[in-house]
């Protein structure tokens, strides 16, 4: 598959994560009386993930992730030289989502953006976590869900059942962490709507690219050690080939 198509597959599966999840959270978490709350956007989340997963994984894999993408370069699983077109993919796939994300809002009287799902610690923190409690939420969030990417998609795992598995770990990660910090996990998610929320999301946006490259990165380098190191250029959808 061509990286051009590749690339465009990111980015649209980019935007759907960013529009579904992040969107669940600015239209629906707390709209008057039947607000579907955490539990719905965690839900969100997963889903976006799992619907794409089987949309654009035959095209790209997708990662929609820069540090799924990362982790899987490290784990041998995808080749460094596609590592940055897939994350400019990314990123402008979640700047473009939040951007129709924020057109779609303010078509409400009075709208403000406020945070505008963006994820943060200290007073941006839904729970009011500090920098230190997101910080090692976002590393150890993101290495296990490298690792269930990384066990779900090669060849000792049932066909067909890796984006079932990605997109409820994706799920169980948003009912454990929104709290601490709206969570991310993913840093081109956080990277699209602090753009729109302001000063103060974007000076904290830095946590969210660092932490979860390093859980990610982690989980790419030792999964191998743990259970053995496939060497393959393939990426995360189905099955490896044996």
């Known amino acids: 598959m061509p990286l051009s198509r590749r690339a465009c597959a990111e980015f649209f599966g980019t935007f759907w994560l960013v529009f579904g999840g992040c969107g669940s959270a600015v239209l629906a978490a707390a709209f008057p009386q039947l607000g579907i709350g955490f539990a719905g956007v965690a839900l969100a989340f997963g889903l976006t993930l799992l619907t794409m997963a089987y949309t654009i994984g035959p095209i790209s894999g997708c990662h929609i992730n820069p540090a799924v993408t990362f982790g899987l370069f490290l784990a041998k699983r995808f080749p460094g030289r596609d590592v940055i077109p897939y ?22 009287p009075g709208f403000v953006a406020g ?9 941006l923190s839904p729970g009011h976590y500090g920098m230190a409690s997101a910080l090692v939420a976002e590393i150890v969030l993101t290495f296990v869900f490298l690792m269930v990417i990384l066990g779900a998609t090669e060849r000792r795992a049932p066909v067909g059942f890796a984006g079932l598995a990605i997109g409820l770990v994706l799920t169980l990660i ?7 910090d709206n ?34 990165g982690l989980a790419g380098l030792i999964y191998p050690v743990l259970f053995g190191e ?13």
């Open 174 to 180: 948003h009912l454990i962490s929104i709290p601490i």
């Open 230 to 242: 496939v060497v393959s250029e393939v990426p995360i959808a189905g099955r490896e080939p044996k």
């Open 183 to 216: 969570t991310s996990v993913n840093p081109a998610r956080s990277t699209g709507p602090a753009i729109f929320a302001g000063g103060a999301e974007l000076a904290q946006l830095w946590l969210f690219w660092i932490a979860p490259l390093i859980g990610g």
């Open 87 to 108: 994350w400019i993919a990314q990123i402008l796939g979640a700047i473009v989502a939040a951007g129709v994300l924020y057109w779609i809002a303010s078509g409400k």
């Open 115 to 123: 945070q505008f799902a963006s994820n943060g610690y200290d007073v």
